[in-house]
């Protein structure tokens, strides 16, 4: 594919660092649950990765990358790539 990258180093370094958060903070301020240590072990046969869960991973990968190229070929002007341009597939890429 001969296309500019449509994200600079900065904008990738935020994305990484803005998505570690949210996991980890609802991981920390999850309720204790009191009773956890007398609940029977999951079964060890079953899968933890199921197709239904590759799917819904690969779907949605999709779309964003999909979704996320589009604007930036939308939004790429005729003289290279702008600032605008690149802030237009940054936002984008965010909401998806």
Request: glycine share 4%; net charge negative.
């Amino acid at each position: 594919m001969d296309i500019p990258n449509p994200l600079n180093a900065m904008q990738i370094l935020w994305i990484n660092i803005i998505m570690d958060g949210p996991p980890a903070q609802s991981l920390g301020v999850e309720p204790v649950e009191e009773d956890v240590v007398k609940q029977k072990p999951r079964d060890t046969k079953q899968p933890m990765i199921t197709k239904r869960l590759i799917l819904n991973v690969l779907l949605s990968a999709l779309f964003i990358i999909a979704g996320t190229l589009w604007v930036f070929q939308k939004e790429m002007s005729s003289e290279g790539i702008t600032a605008r341009d690149t802030t237009m597939t940054f936002t984008c890429f965010c909401l998806f």
